[in-house]
């Protein structure tokens, strides 16, 4: 079985300025690793994903998430937020054995302000 | 791109009623999923579907139903609504089943049943 938690719930923080967004996982199995983002009103996108080879994978919008391994982490970052950064994040886990089961964590939710 | 289009953005339904959601995509993927999402509970999968006419429940089916006569459509069945069911439903679908394909989701149905 596997279980992702998002380690806050919420953050604020200044446009321009850096943010990180934390993700655990736990998994007996080899998984696969994604951040969605949802906007207001909106269903979920992907951001990036993660399935092999290198550990620093860079997705849409200038985000980009590290996979370790040892520390069973998947942490978003992004160096400089703009206000259209605003919305809720996802990280959300899939076993190699099949598509079927993707686990998301609770969601953190991204203010950024002026 | 690919497309999943939700039938309503917004709906209202009395305790008791038979509710119908309805989801098409437009990309030819095998599977499509049902989630719910409530605060702080990230998304919870109802049901699946790997083919027409094949479905697996998820985590949470109690109290719905699902139906998918045709490859792009998937809809999800209230047979008799409660308000515990009062809730943002996303539709997805995803290429094949292997563990590394992304979901794609739908613009979700926000359901109040009073």
């Known amino acids: 079985a596997q279980s992702v938690t998002q380690l806050d719930s919420q953050v604020p923080v200044f446009e321009e300025a850096p943010v990180e967004l934390r993700c655990n996982y736990s998994?007996?199995?080899?998984?696969?690793l994604f951040w969605y983002v949802q906007y207001p009103n909106q269903g979920l996108q992907l951001l990036l994903k993660?399935?092999?080879?290198?550990?620093l994978v860079k997705g849409i919008n200038g985000f980009e998430a590290e996979f370790n391994k040892s520390q069973t982490s998947f942490h978003l970052r992004k160096p400089s937020v703009h206000i259209s950064d605003t919305a809720e994040y996802f990280c959300a886990v899939s076993p190699h054995t099949g598509g079927f089961k993707t686990i998301f964590g609770a969601g953190t939710r991204l203010f950024v302000k002026a | 791109d690919v497309k999943v289009t939700q039938s309503s953005r917004y709906l209202v339904k009395r305790t008791g009623e038979k509710v119908f959601l309805e989801c098409v995509q437009d990309?030819?993927?095998?599977?499509m999923f049902w989630y719910r999402q409530d605060p702080g509970l990230g998304l919870r999968l109802i049901y699946f579907?790997?083919?027409?006419?094949?479905?697996e429940k998820g985590d949470i089916p109690e109290g719905y139903s699902v139906s998918r006569e045709k490859k792009e459509r998937f809809s999800l069945i209230l047979e008799s609504a409660s308000t515990n069911q009062t809730s943002m439903y996303l539709c997805a679908s995803s290429l094949d089943t292997r563990g590394g394909s992304p979901l794609h989701f739908g613009n979700g149905t926000r359901l109040t049943v009073t």
């Open positions: 990309m030819d993927h095998e599977n």
């Open positions: 993660y399935l092999s080879g290198s550990t």
């Open positions: 579907s790997y083919d027409v006419k094949m479905k």
């Open positions: 998994s007996s199995v080899s998984v696969y």
